[in-house]
């Protein structure tokens, strides 16, 4: 019913700036933008973090208190896409990261990874110091 793809990850220094994207796929009785959207992290031997969180329409967000005032999360329903744009990365962000969507209420967030339904794949973001 709902795929997502994620990409754009990769290695940076600490310090860079990287971009990573989830292209959204629902069937046709639906659209991208009846979904809340969140972006997870697992790095090795963690436990997957929610990261940051948007609302159905985007006008609420959500993020972590270990990456608030540096990432930011985005979506463009018109493009069928969400975002992810990471700043001032640290070695400490490295991780696989993933995209996930919920059905929820119009205005609603949540880092909780229990609360989403579909996932997609991940992709690898490596920051080294």
């Known amino acids: 019913q709902v795929q997502l793809v994620e990409s754009g990850g990769g290695s940076v220094q600490a310090g860079g700036s990287l971009r990573v994207s989830c292209v959204v796929s629902?069937?046709?009785?639906?659209?991208?933008?009846?979904?809340?959207m969140g972006w997870f992290r697992q790095a090795p031997g963690k436990e997957r973090e929610g990261v940051a969180a948007v609302s159905r329409g985007g006008g609420s967000t959500g993020y972590a208190d270990s990456v608030k005032g540096r990432f930011t999360i985005f979506r463009d329903d018109a493009k069928n896409t969400m975002y992810l744009q990471m700043n001032s990365l640290k070695p400490e962000d490295t991780a696989m990261y993933y995209c996930?969507?919920?059905?929820?209420?119009?205005?609603?967030?949540?880092?909780?990874?229990?609360?989403?339904?579909?996932w997609g794949q991940g992709t690898q973001v490596t920051v080294s110091s």
């Open positions: 996930a969507a919920r059905d929820c209420w119009w205005g609603e967030t949540s880092l909780r990874g229990a609360e989403y339904n579909y």
């Open positions: 629902v069937g046709s009785e639906y659209t991208p933008s009846s979904y809340c």
